[in-house]
């Protein structure tokens, strides 16, 4: 199983990225995403799910109604576009999967990606 994080980079305040998360192996089980963060010094929270057929989603409340999260299912990736980013959004930015149903939770999901960077700076 692998998951492989792409799309990040440095953003102006109110800029947007769409960060993608190709996923290899998993395609034999229905399998939930999500997105988690990690700011320096911080712990890794819970950034957004999406469910295995896609019409469930969850968002934490710093993110909701700027961030959506998508999937293709037959390209078997992921996406989180992100609108209207703010300088505390910054962090690394993970992609996760678990073969239930979609969680808000870290310790819920069995297979992570390496992350990509996120900075929203001027």
């Known amino acids: 199983v692998q998951l492989v994080e792409s799309g990040g980079g440095l953003v102006q305040p109110g800029g947007s990225l769409r960060l993608s998360c190709a996923a290899s192996g998993l395609t034999s089980s229905r399998y939930a995403m999500g997105w988690f963060r990690q700011a320096p010094g911080k ?3 819970f950034v957004a799910a999406i469910s295995w ?3 469930s989603t969850r968002y934490a409340d710093s993110v909701r ?5 998508s999937r293709d299912r037959a390209k078997n990736t992921v996406y989180l576009q992100m609108n209207s980013l703010k ?4 962090a690394v930015y993970y ?7 979609a969680s808000t939770e870290v310790r819920d999901y069995e297979y992570w990606g390496q ?4 900075t929203v700076s001027s």
């Open 43 to 45: 712990a890794r929270d």
């Open 53 to 55: 057929s896609g019409i």
């Open 65 to 69: 109604d700027r961030f959506t999260i």
């Open 87 to 90: 300088p505390e959004d910054t």
């Open 95 to 101: 992609c996760a999967g678990r073969r239930t149903i």
């Open 115 to 118: 992350g990509t960077q996120v």
